[in-house]
């Protein structure tokens, strides 16, 4: 099976500027997740779809960031106005109806720099 | 590939020797712990779970083990080969919650 895209690999954006990062899960996992990574410290958590809707959105840093997932398929992050603190990589997962950590699938991540 | 950070812990092993990879966790009501790999570029790989009902779960060439007594975790790799240097997180789940809670990461270096 194809794997969890995300687009863009990298993006180096000014402070203040807006950014859209974009995952693509696998077909058929209902979970999506998004995690970051600030400063080459601990992948955080952010927050989990169920197909369309927000499960557990507790660990979105602030109302500079914004998930949609509209249809349930694939999903966006958006951070508006980018700050250098959001400087770090973005990684989305996703998992099949019913399971956890064991199912998750990764993508390779967003790279975001903030100048 | 991806930018780890300076302060990771690192350790450094000779190609064939046996590696060990240590983790705290934190909340004793976590019930489920995973070990994932990180190659530059890439994405957490899953390469080892285990439940709390159990202190011992090995895979191929790695072995987990946990001690719930002192909240802690480790990974063993045997044999270690130049394709094992990573980042190695351990990661917790607690109950029905899907949500992941990850260490900071140990970087594995292998010497040839």
């Known amino acids: 099976e194809a794997g969890v895209t995300q687009f863009p690999s990298h993006s180096v954006i000014e402070k203040g500027q807006t950014v859209t990062l974009r995952c693509d899960p696998i077909s058929g996992h209902d979970n999506l997740y998004w995690y970051r990574r600030v400063m080459g410290k601990e992948i955080k958590f952010l927050l989990h779809?169920?197909?369309?809707?927000?499960?557990?959105e507790s660990g979105m840093p602030n109302n500079r960031f914004l998930a949609e997932r509209t249809g349930g398929t694939y999903s966006t992050l958006k951070v508006q106005p980018a700050e250098l603190e959001d400087s770090g990589v973005y990684f989305c997962a996703s998992s099949r109806p019913g399971t956890g950590g064991n199912g998750y699938t990764f993508g390779s991540g967003t790279r975001l720099t903030v100048v | 590939g991806e930018s780890v950070g300076l302060h990771l812990p690192t350790l450094s092993v000779q190609e064939g020797d046996n590696s060990i990879i240590n983790c705290a966790y934190s909340?004793?009501?976590?019930?489920?712990f995973i070990w994932y790999k990180q190659e530059s570029g890439k994405g957490p790989q899953f390469i080892i779970d285990?439940?709390?009902?159990?202190d011992k779960r090995q895979g191929q060439r790695v072995t987990v083990l946990l001690n719930k007594t002192v909240k802690h975790l480790s990974l063993q790799i045997a044999a270690t080969q130049p394709g094992d240097s990573a980042v190695y997180f351990c990661?917790?789940?607690?109950?029905?919650?899907?949500?992941?809670?990850f260490g900071s990461g140990t970087r594995l270096l292998v010497r040839p």
């Open positions: 909340n004793s009501a976590s019930d489920y």
């Open positions: 779809f169920v197909k369309e809707s927000k499960q557990d």
């Open positions: 990661a917790e789940n607690r109950g029905s919650s899907y949500k992941l809670i």
């Open positions: 285990i439940r709390s009902n159990m």
